[in-house]
């Protein structure tokens, strides 16, 4: 089964960037689709972005759009989420996730079979 380490949280203000990225270990990162998810204390974990398994083809929550970009080098088994005019409403443990196949358009969690331990995200206003 699939490894997955996210690195790049931390804490910035609010209209501030941040660069998520997830390293994958196993065989099956170059032909599935990844995402990103995240989970705010007291709330339900929510879709944010998820990419193909070329990166052809991306997919954004509403709250999202405009501000994140979603992105991935096979050759180095990482996707990645810069995140760009951060609110303090985007504060979450923001997870990365590899989907059972290579294109994922919904804001489901179901197709999404590993996961990783996630990083904080902390946005002060």
């Known amino acids: 089964q699939v490894q997955l380490v996210e690195t790049g949280g931390g804490l910035v203000q609010a209209g501030g960037s941040l660069r998520l990225s997830c390293a994958a270990s196993g065989r099956t990162f170059s032909t599935h689709a990844m995402g990103w998810f995240r989970q705010a204390p007291g709330k339900e974990r929510e879709f944010v972005a998820s990419?193909?398994?070329?990166?052809?083809?991306?997919y954004y929550a509403d709250s999202v759009k405009g501000r994140f970009t979603i992105s991935r080098d096979n050759s180095k088994n990482s996707v990645y989420l810069q995140m760009n005019s951060l609110k303090p409403e985007d504060a979450a443990v923001y997870y990365c996730a590899e989907g059972s196949y290579g294109y994922i358009t919904t804001v489901s969690a179901d197709p999404y079979e590993s996961w990783g331990q996630g990083t904080q995200v902390t946005v002060s206003s």
């Open positions: 990419i193909s398994w070329n990166g052809g083809t991306t």
